[in-house]
């Protein structure tokens, strides 16, 4: 059973910066495409960064592309997101996926065929 936890969400200032943690049991995380996904009130969820299993390759999407890394501590079954410059609009709850369709989601903006959400952590920017 695929168990995942994000955390690190917090209230912020427009400006600040926040780094995200998510920790994933239940399946071999070495081998997985991860991507952080994230849905603010109103809106569907979309992706908006992935990294391969080995971190060699990430990508991002234009919104938060300069301002967000993504990246995974195999070791740990743990994937971040560390986010600079935050926006108001960047308010959301921030979701982690797991899968090889992550990273198409992620360009295309596209649903994810992973079924596995967590709660999420949310992500609040005030301006």
Not at 47 to 64: E, H, M, P, Q, R
Not at 97 to 112: I, L
């Given at each position: ?8 969400g ?19 995380f ?10 603010a ?84 920017v005030?301006?």
């Amino acid at each position: 059973q695929v168990s995942v936890a994000e955390s690190g969400g917090d209230l912020v200032q427009a400006g600040g910066s926040l780094r995200l943690s998510c920790t994933v049991s239940g399946l071999n995380f070495d081998d997985m495409i991860m991507g952080w996904f994230r849905q603010a009130p109103g809106k569907k969820r979309a992706g908006i960064a992935c990294i391969t299993w080995s971190g060699a390759t990430t990508l991002y999407v234009d919104s938060v592309k300069g301002r967000a890394t993504i990246s995974r501590e195999n070791a740990k079954n743990t994937v971040y997101l560390q986010i600079d410059s935050l926006k108001p609009e960047d308010t959301a709850t921030y979701y982690c996926a797991a899968g090889e369709d992550v990273c198409r989601s992620v360009v295309a903006g596209t649903p994810t065929k992973f079924d596995a959400w967590g709660e999420g952590t949310q992500v609040t920017v005030s301006s």
